[in-house]
């Protein structure tokens, strides 16, 4: 399957008001650009450099997500231009995010990362933490960062009970609070994060092939 058939046709299954986010870490510039001629806009990166040099080469009209784990001295490389944040996870990256975004007179749009997985390894913070986040005065006062929703991933593993389980919590969660997207699947979860109700999904190797 080509890049570009692979696109149009999750474009057709995916329901309109699910975002597509593609998720291209690893893979070379043509790859990217085969997937741009395609229509693809949103494209996801998990490492600081290898998102800037993409950037640096690729139309501009490109959003480009960060979807890795952020470490506070790595936002200032990408403060100029990144489209959405995925994954925060305290407020001290919030206030990081808030300097850089303030030097470029930007808002810069930021998901908070939620743990919903039970395995050890995943990222995120307990949902009782995020509620902090969200109502503290510091965040209140921030006129550069904007959080605009959730972000969390499911365990890895074939019990998809225990995935849609995951994910429900999570869209319980997002249910309580007023934020828009819901940035929930990867290639092979993404079918559940959309019956449970994931407003966005990030999908790599479904549309790029498998990374090495
Ligand atoms: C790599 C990655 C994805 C995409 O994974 P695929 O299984 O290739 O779809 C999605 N989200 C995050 C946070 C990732 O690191």
Redesign the pocket.
């Known amino acids: 399957m080509s890049i570009q058939k692979n696109i149009s046709s999750l474009a057709q299954n995916i329901p309109s008001n699910v975002h597509l986010v593609a998720?291209s870490?690893t893979k070379p510039i043509p790859m990217i650009q085969e997937a741009y001629e395609a229509g693809q806009r949103a494209f996801?990166e998990?490492k600081v450099q290898e998102m800037v040099s993409k950037w640096e080469s690729l139309p501009k009209d490109i959003q480009w997500h960060f979807?890795?784990h952020l470490q506070k001295n790595k936002v200032k490389y990408m403060a100029a231009f990144v489209s959405l944040i995925?994954g925060v996870d305290s407020l001290s990256t919030l206030r990081e995010i808030e300097k850089q975004a303030k030097k470029h007179q930007r808002v810069i749009s930021c998901l908070l990362q939620v743990k919903i997985a039970e395995e050890a390894t995943k990222f995120g913070l307990p949902m009782i933490e995020i509620q902090k986040i969200l109502f503290s005065e510091e965040l209140k006062k921030m006129k550069h960062v904007k959080i605009v929703g959730l972000m969390g991933?499911a365990s890895f593993t074939d019990d998809t009970e225990q995935v849609a389980k995951e994910f429900r919590s999570l869209k319980d969660f997002f249910d309580q609070t007023d934020l828009a997207v819901l940035s929930m699947g990867?290639?092979?979860d993404y079918h559940i994060a959309i019956k449970e109700g994931a407003t966005m999904v990030?999908?790599?190797?479904?549309i790029f092939g498998a990374?090495n």
Do not use: Q, T
């Not at 990030?202 to 479904?206: A, E, T, W």
């Open positions: 998720v870490k996801g998990n979807i890795g995925h991933m990867m290639s092979g990030r999908l790599g190797s479904s990374r």
